[in-house]
């Protein structure tokens, strides 16, 4: 069915075959994980729970004690959680807002919310801090763009394309 100048008309979701209702769920979990504050959702959780990771392999072991270990390791994970979760979410949000605003993909876009990501976390421990936060974030988003913008990450080909 289509409406005014072939645009089809938007049916009620009672309206809607369970296909239908499917496929429009689907379609608004993809629009929302492609906007901004969706990718930074994910990268805050996804950071989230890396840190918490890290966090359970960096306490320390002590057969000894433990009660205390464990309660080293919640403690430390939770942290590293926090961490992690926080420093994803803002380089994220910060990166897709100014490739928002830019207008273009490249790799400038994660270079500046690198610098800005680390000199924001570094502000304040003083303006050498900042500056080294900055560029120290700068060039590891960097060399991870350089990365994966490479061929070096691309799938071997399948023997049905020679």
Not at 56 to 62: D, E, I
């Amino acid at each position: 069915m289509s409406g005014f100048g072939g645009q089809p008309q938007s049916l009620s979701y009672s309206e809607m075959t369970p296909e239908q209702q499917a496929q429009a769920g689907a379609q608004a979990m993809i629009n929302f994980m492609q906007s901004c504050p969706g990718k930074s959702a994910m990268a805050g959780v996804s950071g989230f729970g890396l840190g918490g990771i890290f966090g359970l392999f960096m306490a320390s072991v002590s057969i000894q004690q433990m009660k205390l270990q464990f309660t080293d390791m919640g403690t430390r994970a939770w942290s590293s959680a926090k961490n992690f979760g926080f420093i994803g979410l803002i380089f994220t949000g910060t990166e897709c807002s100014i490739e928002s605003l830019r207008a273009k993909n490249d790799i400038w876009n994660g270079v500046s919310a690198g610098c800005l990501t680390g000199g924001g976390l570094a502000i304040k421990s003083g303006p050498q801090s900042a500056l080294f936060g900055c560029a120290a974030f700068a060039a590891f988003s960097t060399a991870v763009d350089l990365y994966l913008r490479s061929d070096a990450h691309t799938p071997p080909s399948n023997d049905e394309d020679e």
